[in-house]
């Protein structure tokens, strides 16, 4: 039986809708990545509130990760054969419910519950998200597009992870996942409205989707997303706490160095979103080298705010074009069948992310914080590693 077949034919969208819509695809990615990673910057007084510690804390940002990477797959080949305009509202609904699920929930294990739900939402929305650009823009737009989509990621880092730690400071933990909803629920609207109709154009089942990692470049491309994705999170889940230990500074200035960091982000996003478009393996070579020198070197030269800036910085710069650079890699790896390949790619990053998160917990109880960060580093090393030398088809 043929895994894919055509649904209907895709419809033409004219270049305002198809800008508009862009804009919709890109908040709604801004508002799952800060939902999934609102956590970061809430640790301490998350654990305090309820009762656990920093690295147990951080199981709320496994646990959507896991999630995530199951139901990106999942969705994909359940949902195949509806409108995908639907689909995302609906998606968007269930992330706006994880988060109000979360700000009131009484004990830790309801919070985690509640980020069952955001881990939901959010795999699907990524999974899907990722191939819109090519149906809404003409082309000679697409890169652009597909880097404004990714553009949320790090603008989350910008607006949405620091403004989560200001407002949690300001007025605490739950009210920032309140906030959280209703930013889910606007987008949830203006999907709703600026999205043109997009029907459903292939379904793949589930085994379709998974016989995709036979591709030897997209194997390689998930690969180096699975180290350098746990590297990263490794360390940045808990960057606030190291930088309490090793910096000295409070809540406010954390703040503001993750808002420094998030701007660096945005700048790495596009940038290596030009970059990857011609090269992806050698921009992720440059980058994942750049973010393991950062994680190793901020426990030993972080010590004063200035060198901790100039470190998150770089660190920013860094990260904000991994997903750009990783993505413009699947696409080339699988240019037939871009959602199914999408699928694996938010699959296997939001994996990352959740295994990422667990074992830096792991090394931060056991060994300490700073193990978290220089664990990280190593992992990206690797990631480096098998960027350099894997073997693929022909990609530059």
């Known amino acids: 039986m043929t895994e894919v077949r055509e649904i209907v034919a895709s419809r033409p969208v004219s270049v305002l809708r198809g800008r508009l819509g862009v804009g919709a695809v890109t908040a709604g990615t801004f508002t799952v990545v800060t ?99 090519a149906r809404l823009v003409p082309a000679r737009s697409v890169p652009a597009a597909t880097s404004l989509v990714f553009s949320g990621v790090a603008v989350a880092s910008v607006l949405g992870i620091p403004a989560g730690t200001f407002l949690g400071a300001l007025a605490g933990w739950r009210i920032t996942f309140v906030a959280a909803a209703a930013v889910a629920l606007l987008v949830l609207v203006a999907m709703a409205a600026l999205l043109p109709p997009l029907p459903a154009i292939e379904a793949m089942a589930l085994g379709g989707v998974l016989r995709l990692t036979r591709q030897p470049g997209l194997r390689v491309a998930l690969l180096v997303v699975a180290f350098l994705v746990t590297g990263h999170f490794a360390a940045y889940t808990y960057v606030r706490p190291v930088l309490e230990e090793v910096t000295g500074v409070g809540a406010r200035t954390i703040g503001t160095l993750l808002l ?124 480096v590693l098998v960027a350099s030398f894997g073997t693929v088809a022909p990609l530059p």
Not at 125 to 131: G, H, L, Q
């Open 35 to 133: 939902s999934e990673m609102l956590p970061v910057g809430l640790l301490t007084p998350i654990g305090s509130a309820l009762r656990v510690s920093e690295g147990r804390a951080g199981l709320a940002l496994t646990v959507t990760g896991l999630v995530a990477a199951v139901s990106a797959p999942v969705v994909t080949a359940a949902l195949g054969r509806f409108e995908r305009k639907l689909v995302l509202c609906g998606l968007m609904a269930v992330l706006a419910l994880g988060n109000l699920g979360a700000a009131a929930a009484p004990t830790f294990g309801v919070l985690i519950g509640a980020r069952v739900l955001v881990g939901v939402g959010m795999g699907g929305v990524w999974a899907i998200a990722a191939s819109l650009a």
């Open 260 to 383: 420094v960091y998030g701007i660096a982000g945005v700048a790495g996003n596009f940038a290596a979103g030009a970059a990857a478009a011609r090269t992806p393996r050698s921009t992720l070579i440059v980058i994942g080298s750049l973010l393991a020198g950062a994680a190793i070197a901020l426990p030993v030269l972080g010590a004063s705010p200035p060198q901790a800036v100039a470190l998150m910085i770089v660190w920013g710069l860094s990260y904000g074009g991994v997903s750009v650079s990783t993505q413009s890699w699947v696409f080339a790896a699988s240019p037939q069948h871009r959602e199914g390949a999408s699928a694996l790619f938010a699959g296997v990053f939001n994996a990352a992310i959740a295994l990422g998160s667990m074992v830096g917990g792991l090394a931060a109880d056991g060994i300490g914080l700073t193990a978290a960060l220089w664990l990280g580093g190593a992992l990206a090393v690797v990631a």
